[in-house]
């Protein structure tokens, strides 16, 4: 059975991109898109994503306070912020994600996804 990946960026063209990736992978499947962080809480909830993707600046809700909600509901899942700005983003303790990924490295990204989510 796959494993699902939920992606969360307010970025249309980044989330197709993403679904293009993920398309070619025999062994993920996306299971929801959010444009925010608050979309992307509601679906984790009904999904129950084995790997969720935030894009750190989203309206509504960020990444960082998405991912601090995310950990408190489902604290076993993996979290990769996904970034324009990797340099920018300073990780304090109380959040608790497994990956910064620039949005630069795109190509790469499913290389990240294998080692956080491993079939």
Same mark, same amino acid.
């Given at each position: 059975? #796959?494993?699902?990946?939920?992606v969360?960026?307010?970025?249309?063209?980044? /989330?197709k991109?993403?679904?293009?990736?993920?398309?070619?992978?025999?062994?993920?499947?996306?299971?929801?898109?959010? *444009?925010?962080? %608050? %979309?992307a809480?509601?679906?984790? $909830? @009904?999904? *129950? #994503?084995d790997?969720? @993707?935030?894009?750190?600046?989203?309206? $509504?809700?960020?990444?960082?306070?998405?991912? /601090?909600?995310?950990?408190? @509901?489902?604290?076993?899942?993996?979290?990769?912020l996904?970034t324009? !700005?990797? %340099?920018?983003?300073?990780?304090?303790?109380?959040?608790?994600?497994? /990956?910064? $990924?620039?949005?630069?490295?795109?190509?790469?990204?499913?290389? !990240?996804? /294998? %080692?956080?989510a491993p079939?």
């Amino acid at each position: 059975m #796959p494993k699902t990946v939920l992606v969360a960026d307010d970025s249309e063209m980044i /989330r197709k991109l993403l679904c293009k990736l993920f398309e070619a992978e025999e062994n993920y499947d996306l299971c929801a898109e959010a *444009k925010n962080g %608050e %979309e992307a809480i509601s679906l984790a $909830v @009904i999904h *129950k #994503p084995d790997l969720i @993707i935030l894009d750190v600046s989203m309206p $509504v809700m960020d990444g960082l306070q998405a991912a /601090r909600k995310l950990k408190q @509901i489902m604290p076993h899942v993996p979290i990769m912020l996904f970034t324009q !700005h990797v %340099e920018a983003v300073s990780l304090s303790p109380d959040l608790r994600v497994e /990956r910064v $990924v620039a949005k630069t490295e795109l190509m790469s990204i499913m290389g !990240h996804v /294998r %080692e956080l989510a491993p079939i």
